[in-house]
């Protein structure tokens, strides 16, 4: 970069780009984007399919003059470990600019939506060995826990006039469900979660959720039991969260099954599917 009045790099829409090194050397001080920058430098990318730059020795970008611009869509940013394909970061659904050094400074400053540079972007980012862009996406990322119930008649939960009632999940192990849907496209989540039951026999299931004390009676047909506004975004740059949406009940509140004193004693079994819908009802 030294030898050009400015560097401006773009990457077109649909493009797949990689960018890498292979010089392991460790006393090398040589960048994918190396030299200085001069002002109005730029690497550009318009709705790319993806663009992705790793360095084996030092991270390949660092330079306060060198401008990152996301246009027109937003894109997920991951940061890598050294040499490896651990994720570090992880920005969802960004779009604007912000000076190749990640930390905000210069003019103009830190233009992503969200912010990066206050969300930890200079410690997160900047030492990366690699950078990746990406689309977002919308996808089932956990698999829940099965349901466990184990009540003999003689509880006292049963009333002695055969009333049904909706049974707690009480099994050995965890009771808790935990739902958690991965959705890096936007800032505002629009999903909802449907479930159906099969292979119940006369077994009635529902659906509480957190708060309430209606329980939603399921069937052979899928229905809404959740939607994007009941769920808990993750953490802005964290690896492990961002774009992640969770939803975890206790045993009190999720699926729940109905029973009474009059059914008779035996082990009964039966599937749920969850299905993830895009847009809300």
């Known amino acids: 970069m030294n030898n050009t009045a400015s560097l401006k790099v773009n990457a077109q829409a649909g493009s797949q780009t990689t960018l ?13 984007f190396n030299g200085n ?23 390949p970008l660092q330079q306060d003059n060198m401008r990152i611009v ?3 869509t937003p894109l997920t940013i991951l940061g890598y470990a050294a040499n490896n394909d651990t994720v570090t970061a992880r920005y969802v659904a960004e779009i604007g600019s912000i000076n190749g050094a990640w930390d905000g400074n210069g003019t103009p400053g830190d233009q992503m939506s969200p912010p990066l540079a206050t969300n930890n972007s200079e410690t997160k980012l900047k030492p990366a060995f690699g950078i990746r862009f990406e689309p977002g996406v919308l996808a089932n990322s956990f698999t829940v826990n099965p349901s466990v119930w184990n ?10 006039d055969n009333t049904p009632v909706w049974l707690s999940r009480n099994g050995s192990g965890d009771n808790t469900q935990t739902f958690d849907i991965y959705d890096s496209r936007s800032q505002t989540a629009s999903f909802r979660l449907q479930a159906l039951v099969a292979g119940t026999g006369s077994r009635q299931y529902g659906f509480k959720k957190n708060g309430t004390n209606e329980v939603l009676s399921l069937n052979d047909q ?23 949406w969770t939803y975890t009940t206790d045993a009190d509140h999720g699926l729940l099954v109905q029973a009474a004193r009059s059914e008779k004693i035996g082990t009964y079994t039966g599937s749920v599917t969850y299905s993830l819908v895009d847009g809300l009802e």
Do not use: C, E, W
């Open 20 to 32: 890498l090194s292979k010089n392991t050397t460790s006393s090398s001080t040589i960048r994918l």
């Open 37 to 59: 920058a001069t002002s109005g430098s730029s690497l550009t990318l318009d709705s790319v399919a993806f663009f992705s730059m790793r360095n084996a020795a030092i991270p």
């Open 70 to 72: 996301i246009a027109n």
């Open 151 to 160: 009540y003999a008649l003689s509880n006292p939960i049963f009333p002695a």
């Open 222 to 244: 899928a229905q809404t039991i959740l939607n994007a506004s009941d769920f808990t975004a993750g953490t802005i740059g964290d690896a492990a969260t961002a774009g992640h």
